[in-house]
């Protein structure tokens, strides 16, 4: 097997990044501002200012790339989700789950972050799901970046008193992707005011409403 490129050296103090972290970050970086045209091994390897060939080396195909950033996707939207609270019995809950008020201020502090300074991440994973359902290839890696943001949604409206929290979960998701997706790329979204916390938490109560109506 060849020997990866060698890298720049790091300035003194300054830590030496995770080169497949770096590679995935860069890579959902250019999708988010060139499209899945932009995506390429050299294209990467630029944009993240490493030797030629790095990019390949870590991830031989275009396929894997997109791998990457899918895993590299759900490692950050997950860890965002998070502030919604502990939900497998580890540490202590961050917010009152089970009060309908916090968890809609909760979750419109997540969108309001995706809106505004995780609005690049969110428009690349819209570009990268179009890709998944073209390249059956892809299917699985997609997938698994999906179950954690619906497994974490689904402990939430248990704690809520969800009866069938599972399918209550991907509704609230889809509700959700749906306003993401309006908001950062619909018709309107150019013409909208800049995101407002306080509304977010409004629409957040009413769709946590609506899931529990149907599912509670």
Same mark, same amino acid.
């Given at each position: 097997?060849s020997t990866?490129?060698?890298?720049?050296?790091?300035?003194?103090?300054? %830590?030496t990044?995770?080169? %497949?972290?770096l590679i995935?970050?860069?890579?959902i970086?250019l999708?988010a501002?060139?499209?899945?045209?932009g995506?390429?091994h050299?294209?990467?390897?630029?944009a993240?200012g490493?030797?030629?060939?790095s990019?390949?080396y870590?991830f031989?195909?275009?396929?894997a790339?997109?791998?990457?950033?899918y895993q590299?996707?759900a490692?950050?939207d997950?860890?965002?989700v998070?502030?919604?609270?502990d939900l497998d019995g580890g540490s202590?809950?961050v917010?009152?789950v089970?009060?309908r008020?916090?968890?809609?201020?909760?979750l419109?502090?997540v969108?309001?972050?995706w809106?505004?300074?995780g609005?690049?991440?969110?428009?690349?994973?819209?570009?990268?799901s179009?890709?998944?359902?073209r390249n059956?290839?892809?299917?699985?890696?997609?997938?698994?970046?999906g179950?954690g943001?619906?497994?974490?949604?689904?402990?939430i409206?248990?704690?809520?008193?969800a009866?069938?929290?599972?399918?209550?979960?991907e509704?609230?998701?889809a509700w959700t992707d749906?306003l993401?997706?309006?908001?950062l790329?619909?018709a309107?979204?150019r013409?909208?005011?800049?995101?407002?916390q306080a509304?977010?938490?409004?629409v957040?109560?009413?769709m946590?409403?609506?899931?529990?109506?149907?599912h509670?």
């Amino acid at each position: 097997m060849s020997t990866p490129p060698t890298p720049a050296t790091p300035r003194r103090g300054e %830590r030496t990044p995770d080169r %497949r972290t770096l590679i995935a970050d860069t890579a959902i970086g250019l999708v988010a501002t060139s499209g899945l045209r932009g995506l390429t091994h050299r294209a990467v390897d630029g944009a993240a200012g490493l030797p030629a060939g790095s990019t390949s080396y870590y991830f031989r195909t275009r396929t894997a790339l997109i791998a990457a950033c899918y895993q590299r996707l759900a490692e950050l939207d997950l860890g965002d989700v998070g502030d919604l609270g502990d939900l497998d019995g580890g540490s202590p809950s961050v917010l009152p789950v089970a009060d309908r008020d916090a968890a809609a201020a909760a979750l419109a502090g997540v969108l309001y972050r995706w809106l505004t300074v995780g609005r690049e991440r969110q428009l690349a994973r819209f570009e990268l799901s179009l890709e998944a359902a073209r390249n059956p290839a892809l299917e699985a890696d997609f997938l698994r970046a999906g179950q954690g943001p619906r497994a974490r949604a689904a402990g939430i409206l248990a704690a809520l008193g969800a009866d069938r929290p599972e399918e209550a979960a991907e509704l609230l998701v889809a509700w959700t992707d749906g306003l993401l997706y309006d908001r950062l790329a619909g018709a309107l979204a150019r013409s909208r005011v800049a995101p407002d916390q306080a509304e977010l938490a409004a629409v957040a109560r009413r769709m946590i409403d609506a899931v529990l109506a149907h599912h509670g």
